[in-house]
């Protein structure tokens, strides 16, 4: 069984941050459960650029309020609380956060190993985790 929480992941190499975002994985590679589990805060009035080449993630929105621009297609959806949205074709994506942080809870398969950050595409490497 694991148990961690919140508060514990944010004070330690859990939390990784960007300019425009903070990522605490809460459940990694080396957890051995075939996906990685975060929480991700978007800060406000920001636009990140991503392209998961090697991941699919799915996302649920716990607060603040935001848009997903899909880059193929040009549709823009809105990003409220109680919305999930899942990246099921590695799709180009922008995303909005308006006035208030957006708080995300995300899960990525396969999962990553922890001190991922985007790229220049916006994508993660794919990194396998050792025993």
């Known amino acids: 069984m694991i148990i961690r929480t919140l508060s514990d992941c944010e004070h ?3 939390l990784v941050k960007s300019d425009t975002w903070q990522s605490v994985r809460m459940l990694l590679a ?5 996906f990685s589990f975060h929480i991700t805060t978007i800060f406000a009035n920001t636009e990140t650029h991503m392209h998961y080449k090697h991941h699919l993630e799915s996302v649920y929105c716990i607060s603040g309020k935001g848009a997903i621009r899909d880059l193929a297609t040009g549709e823009q959806h809105p990003i409220n609380p109680g919305t999930l949205y899942v990246l099921n074709e590695h799709d180009k994506h922008v995303l909005f956060a308006n006035d208030q942080d ?11 190993t922890g001190k991922e950050v985007h790229d220049k ?3 993660y490497a794919l990194v396998f985790a050792s025993a």
């Open 12 to 14: 330690s190499d859990r």
């Open 121 to 123: 595409d916006g994508a």
């Open 102 to 112: 957006l708080i995300l809870a995300c899960v990525f398969n396969p999962p990553v």
């Open 30 to 34: 080396n957890d051995k459960m075939g």
